[in-house]
């Protein structure tokens, strides 16, 4: 069977992620997303068998596959950078998006929601490091995207994402959670996105701790869980 030691490695990371909650005080649930992308359908299989419901893919193309390929029901996050032209098909499939990132995007995905006669949730991914290799809106706009976001009639956004600066310190990853966070007080204080405004979507292999204690919600785990090295994270590509 593949991945034989993948329930044992999943009660490892729920522990980690209870313990820090815990230390945290910020007194949320948080939400493991398992992220495959690099494993084939077999590692969303192995997911299920063990109880994981939340499955993360940072690839449209790779995503497609596996869920045409695979028997269980999962929950499909969308972690990846989304382009206008792989909307309409993802759409249907997906539960939550985390990478919205634009308005041109959010438009997109508003017209194709209304299509499917559906509320989209999504999330608006920040650029908090300010890594000018990394996809998510600048800090400076992200509370006006939020509102727009906010706006429209089919899509219901649900918190903010962001990803942890590359080759940083503890402190600095920590800085740029804590801030991530403040904008979220801040949508929260504008009444952005309402009751429905609860979700901070941070926090990977090697600083979902760090997410945790300044209130991620939902932390985004690849490699710990099955293996591999953590590359490949949401690189820029040409537009196509
Ligand atoms: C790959 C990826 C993850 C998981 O990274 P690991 O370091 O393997 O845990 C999380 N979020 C995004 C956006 C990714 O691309």
Redesign the pocket.
Known sequence: MPFPDLAERVSEVRERIDAAAARGGHGQVVRLVA?T?GHGPEAVEAACRVGLEDI?E?RVQEALQKMANVTPQARWHL??HLQRNKVKPVLPLVSLI??VDSLRLAEELDTHAAKLGRRQPVLLQVNTSEEPQKYGVAVGAAVHLAEQIDSMPNLQLVGLMT?GPLGATPDQTRRVFARTREIFEEMRWHKIGGAGLRHLSMG???DFELAIAEGATMV?????LFG?K?E???VMEDEG
Do not use: E, F, P
């Open positions: 992220v992308k993360g940072n972690i990846g985390h990478s990803m990977m292999s090697n985004r785990v690849g490699s710990l591999g953590a490949d994270h949401q």
